[in-house]
């Protein structure tokens, strides 16, 4: 009886062994056939990538300089940023005009420029917000106006409403020469808004510059580009003309700003009388507000631009 039972526990032993290697061959043998991650690869599908919602385009701005205005610049390189160029000791009878692009956007920025308590020639944009309040505001106190008439550039940016554009008949040019100048009343000269391309061609500048002729205005040449021929052409049909020297913020940053003017001391120490062309920028608002006394106190006298014209046979 007892060597019956010990035979039955053998059986359920055995049972029990076969049935646990059982368990175990097959858990060994998933190890071996489950595809395993490469190591330090986590094993997890990684959570996607949260999708930003696309940013709407940023609306233009008008205080940024166009890039046109940033070609290089004649006669003379800009310095670098970095570079100071200090005049030194007082001057007398150096004479500065100021010329502040891109006016018309608002009646606004005609205030910190009369506070500086000095001429101030402003170039008016012909179809902008605030156009006509800015010329009616600009006229009552007397200040010289001039048409900042935009011209295509060879960068393809858009110069504007009624932009003078390559390849327009003389027709044309001529007729959105005569409207521009409509839209700023009292306007005694013009100056090009960008232009590097256009200003570049006779053809087109002869036609543009004979309307100037027929009214007795005078052209500034802004020099967006070297190869500008808008003086040159201005004074063979009798136009007074002048050329700009120095661009005030083609960088728009405090640094920038300080050498460039001091670059335009130091040109208008040398040369008699320098031009130079800004924008309504607040860091080129508050540049000059803090630099014009100084120069005033050294001796600098500044003027309207139409006191530094040149007259056909270079007088």
């Known amino acids: 009886m007892a060597r019956r039972a ?9 049972i029990v062994l076969f049935l646990l290697g059982l368990f175990v061959g097959a858990g060994i043998l998933y190890l071996l056939i489950k595809p395993s991650a490469p190591r330090g690869v986590d094993t997890e599908p990684p ?18 300089v166009p890039s046109d205005h940033v070609e290089p610049e004649t006669p003379a390189a800009v310095p670098a940023a970095t570079e100071t160029v200090t005049p030194a000791g007082p001057v007398h009878g150096a004479r500065i005009a100021l010329v502040i692009d891109d006016l018309g956007h608002d ?20 179809y902008e917000q605030q156009t006509s309040e800015v010329v009616a505001e600009l006229r009552r106190r007397k200040a010289e106006i001039l048409l900042h008439l935009p011209m295509e550039p060879r960068n393809g940016e858009n110069p504007g409403p009624g932009a003078l554009l390559q ?16 839209a700023v009343p009292g306007a005694v000269g013009v100056n090009n808004h960008m232009g590097s391309l256009l200003s570049s061609e006779q053809g087109p500048m002869t036609t543009v510059l004979g309307v100037l002729a027929e009214r007795g205005l005078f052209f500034l040449d802004s020099r967006t580009s070297a190869d500008s021929v808008g003086y040159k052409v201005a004074l063979g049909l009798g136009v007074p003309a002048a050329e700009r020297q120095v661009f005030l913020d083609g ?65």
Do not use: N
């Not at 010990?6 to 055995?14: L, V």
């Not at 959570?47 to 940024?64: F, I, Q, V």
């Not at 390849?167 to 409509?182: F, I, N, P, V, Y």
């Open 251 to 315: 960088e728009a940053t405090p640094e920038a700003i300080h050498t460039q003017l001091q670059r335009l001391l130091a040109l208008a120490r040398t040369r008699g009388a320098a031009i130079a062309i800004g924008h309504p920028h607040p860091e080129t608002l508050a540049a000059l507000t803090r630099e014009v006394p100084k120069a005033k106190a050294d001796g600098f006298e500044f003027v309207p631009v139409s006191y530094l014209l040149t007259k056909a046979g270079g007088e």
């Open 167 to 182: 390849g327009m008949s003389d027709g044309e040019l001529r007729q959105r020469t005569e409207e521009a100048l409509k």
């Open 47 to 64: 959570a996607p990538a949260r999708s930003e919602a696309p940013k709407a385009p940023r609306r233009a701005d008008h205080r940024k």
């Open 107 to 126: 009646v606004a920025d005609l205030r910190p420029l009369e506070a500086l308590g000095v001429p101030v020639t402003y170039s008016v944009l012909p």
């Open 6 to 14: 010990r035979s039955q526990g053998s059986k359920a032993g055995g």
